[in-house]
């Protein structure tokens, strides 16, 4: 997913230059969310738009974009511009670092994005990060990025092991490939031979097969979009700078998102093929789960405060004057850890708001109390399954199942039984169709 690769130094002592290999990750919403909670970030979450219409974005309120496409098509577009960082001051306070390890996208779209906005929990590790670099140029916070063990160790936790062996075994081949052509420029050019010149036909033959070999090696790339100090950038790590997208619009009512549609529509336009989309598009906006957990806590302390005034009204008999129903259905939990930082202020609202209800109001305020903890409990259920799902997905991506298929394929062999399920002889040759097989 990069021009450039990592580098090490080939004497065999084991000093990095820029870092080890960083392995390729799925555009996945659970596995870039785990990717951001392995780097300190808490209170956010990725998930996947499959729309850009207001309807179907505006109400996440989402921080920034991360968008993955099919890398090698994109010739830039007339409606951005890039700017010199010199002559646009909000360019030059946009952090922005390039991108210097192969397959580096990920973690590099989603800090070039998280980095540019204020109102985020980053964590220790990156917030101090984040400071160290902010005076740095481009390249060198690319190369920071590229040095920084846990960045690069948080994105590998993710990856699958075959994903992990292949960028090893890439880093090793561009070594071996530069040290052959250091050993080689040190030897002179070779002699001259006299060129073959091939067939019209043998070129057509030569292209075809080039052409299908880069066709199979299909490579992604993510890049983010994020609005910053008044304008909406569009952040990738293989470009020179931040390229603007637009300016920011001071109307009521006007969100980023209205700024940064056309450019998306503009992208996408690019990838989608008539019978397959290759791109895809997430969103990073406020933890679901802390946002059902907290509505739940408010609502059980809204119950509480309920519950007393009702005691103070009508005593212990006030029981006997609400839903049977719900008395019986929804018991009061115990309380548990609230994660917004305007919890206090919204609980101590509706305290006020109860302090001040009508008597006559306290019953019938009690039961939408209940059905409305019955609706919130139901969400955090369902944050909570959704959790699950991705952790049991995580395990089945990351389990390396190599030894397993090498131990059983060796057991056919040694059973002689391989031979058969692939249809071939005790000699190893393919048997002809109808001619039975020898045990």
Known sequence: MALVSDSQTPSGQGHELVGGPFAVIESDPGVFSSLIRKLGVRGLELVEIYDIEPWAVDHLKPYGLIFCFLWGKDGGDSSKKQWDLEDDPAAKRVWFANQLSDDACASQAILNVLFNCPNVQLGEPLQSFRDETSEMSSVMKGLAISNQRFIRDSQNSLARPSDIRGALNAIANTTLAASKAEAKAKQGPPPAKRRKTDSPDKRKAKAKAKTSAEDEEETYHFIGYVPAHGKVWELDGLKAGPLEVGELSAEPGQSWMDVVRPALRLKMSKYAGEHNIRFNLLAIVDSAYEAASDELELVKRERRALERRLEEVFGNKWTEKVDQTLLSSCPLESLKETFGSDFG??????????????????????????RQMITANVAVEEELVKAKRERTEHIKRTHDYEPFITEFITALHDAQLLNPLLGLGDDGKKVPVGEKQSS
Do not use: F, S, T
Not at 348 to 357: E, F, G, N, R, S
């Open 345 to 370: 202020i919204r609980k101590q609202d509706k305290q006020m708001a109860i302090l001040d209800l009508p008597e006559r109001h306290l019953l019938g305020e009690w039961e939408r109390c209940v």
